[in-house]
């Protein structure tokens, strides 16, 4: 059984919740606040967050980013508000999905299934690892490794994102392309999304000491992940004779 920890301090729609999801074999535990939810995080393994942005002691956008720098669990972010500003905000600090309230039970449940699944399938391929941008993709451990060997934690989705472009290096992917890799039919991403989530992975990548430039965006198609930085204009790559 998967363990879901809920951070709703709603008390009706949590135990909703939290029935439902029981019926869809996930053991949940919810808990009322973000103080509650760090401590239940820190000290427990658990599958997958729900967090709502509505919580009384602290802004779900922070305890989303408090949680994403800790560890890549997959958080799925739900709440009442309306405006794509907390959506957009979100994914860009690495939630891997967003609900608005109100929404049924089983559209949500497909969503973080979605999540799930698509770890479980890179989990399959324990033994590849993939060339990005200086560093390596681990297929096995979900995450990208630098040129020290060091680990730089990726969200689901961002794991998956990278994942697709890393299998086709050099070969630009529509956004359609990559809306398709990285959700289903049930829970699909946005064009807009996708471009978020492409500069926070270039953010990751620059920090972790990698060649962000490497991943290009090709204006009106979409995106490619280079294998080798292109020369600068008037480069060759030898020394240049002089005059005698």
């Known amino acids: 059984m998967k363990r879901l920890l809920l951070i709703e301090d709603d008390d009706t729609f949590g135990i909703l919740l939290a029935a439902y999801f029981k019926t869809a074999s996930y053991l949940t535990e919810r808990v009322g606040s973000a103080e509650a939810g760090l401590k239940r995080l820190d000290r427990e393994s658990w599958d997958a ?13 922070v305890l989303t980013r408090m949680v994403r720098a800790r560890s890549s669990i997959p958080i799925v972010v739900v709440t ?6 907390d ?22 449940v497909l969503r973080l299934n979605n999540i799930l699944r698509r770890g479980e399938r890179q989990d399959k391929n324990p033994a ?28 689901a989705v961002e794991f998956a994102m990278l994942a697709v472009l890393a299998r086709s290096p050099d070969r630009v992917l529509t956004r359609a392309q990559m809306i398709d890799a990285v959700t289903s039919g049930d829970a699909p ?23 962000a430039a490497l991943l290009k965006t090709v204006r009106g198609y979409g995106y490619k992940l280079e294998t080798t930085p292109r020369l600068q204009a008037g480069s060759t790559g030898r020394s ?3 005059d005698a």
């Not at 009442?80 to 500003?85: F, I, P, V």
């Not at 959506?87 to 949500?108: C, N, S, V």
């Open 49 to 61: 967050v729900i967090i709502d942005l509505n919580l009384p002691d602290e802004d779900g956008i």
């Open 80 to 85: 009442g508000r309306h405006g794509a500003e």
């Open 87 to 108: 959506r957009l905000l979100a994914l860009e600090i690495g939630a891997d999905d967003f609900i608005t309230k109100p929404f049924e039970p089983r559209e949500l």
């Open 128 to 155: 590849i690892r993939l060339g990005c941008a200086g560093g390596e993709l681990d297929l096995a451990g979900r995450t990208l490794l630098n040129g020290a060997g060091d680990r730089i934690d990726l969200s």
């Open 189 to 211: 991403e946005t064009e807009r999304a996708i471009d978020i989530r492409i500069s926070r992975l270039r953010r990751k990548l620059a920090e972790a000491g990698l060649d």
């Open 240 to 242: 240049s004779r002089r």
